[in-house]
């Protein structure tokens, strides 16, 4: 409707480090998240022809990359699953931290138990 593209933002950080990491762990990872988005998008494409999906897979903390994505974005869209062990809280530590830090308006979606 407003001819805007919708970025796909899947962020990713390394487990606890037990030593360091080797360069194959970090691609096996990177590849992961990769598919992880794919899994998530799978069906939307088609069934939104006219919008043009940028996808972003990134290696860094959840909230500071939906922040540097936001800078010019005209809404955020932020799913909450209550991890961290609080499954009932209605907002998670992502989505807060965006509502108070970033540039334009956030939507946290809460999502359904069948996701």
């Known amino acids: ?14 487990p606890l480090p037990l030593g360091p990491a080797e360069p194959s762990d970090i691609e096996a990872a990177q590849q992961r998240a ?12 088609e069934k939104y022809p006219d919008v043009r999906l940028i996808r972003e897979v990134v290696r860094d903390h959840p909230s500071r990359a939906l922040l540097s994505h936001a800078e010019g974005a005209r809404l955020v869209v932020v799913g909450t699953r209550g991890r961290g062990g609080f499954d009932g809280l209605v907002l998670g530590s992502t989505g807060q931290h965006l509502l108070h830090h970033a540039p334009c308006p956030v939507a946290v979606v809460r999502m359904t138990p069948d996701r």
């Open 1 to 14: 409707m407003h001819d805007a593209d919708l970025v796909a933002v899947h962020s990713w950080t390394d």
């Open 34 to 45: 990769d598919e992880t988005l794919a899994e998530r998008l799978a069906g939307w494409q």
